[in-house]
Nanobody, 120 residues
Framework: QVQFVESGGGLVHPGGSLRLSCTAS???????IGWFRQAPGKEREGVSC????????YYPDFMKGRATISRDNAKNTVNLEMNNLKPEDTAVYYC??????????????WGQGTQVTVSS
């Protein structure tokens, strides 16, 4: 019932920017929607989360100052804009229903992901 569709990934040069989009359906207004990333050989990392009803936002330290998450409730869309991208940001980025209080690290459901590659 809960579905997430990510888009906007691609190849970007170091220092560049990218805007990811997540279209969600089947969630509740008191849910949190977040982004996490997974790179080969690395642990899952929470990227950013936002609560649907009140817009409370969380960023981990490695994303503070480089990311902006926003929501468009009318479109059921959550966007993630990332700036000053680094090669270590290369990963598959997933959007999903985040467990509140998990610092964007635990999810109940997510989409297929979108690949972000940061390379010269």
């Amino acid at each position: 019932q809960v579905q997430f569709v990510e888009s906007g990934g691609g190849l970007v040069h170091p220092g560049g920017s990218l805007r990811l989009s997540c279209t969600a359906s089947g969630f509740n207004l008191d849910d949190g929607i977040g982004w996490f990333r997974q790179a080969p050989g690395k642990e899952r990392e929470g990227v950013s989360c936002i609560s649907i009803n009140d817009g409370i936002i969380y960023y981990p330290d490695f994303m503070k100052g480089r990311a902006t998450i926003s929501r468009d409730n009318a479109k059921n869309t959550v966007n993630l804009e990332m700036n000053n991208l680094k090669p270590e940001d290369t990963a598959v980025y997933y959007c999903g229903k985040v467990q509140l209080g998990s610092y964007c690290r635990k999810y109940d459901a997510w989409g297929q992901g979108t690949q972000v590659t940061v390379s010269s």
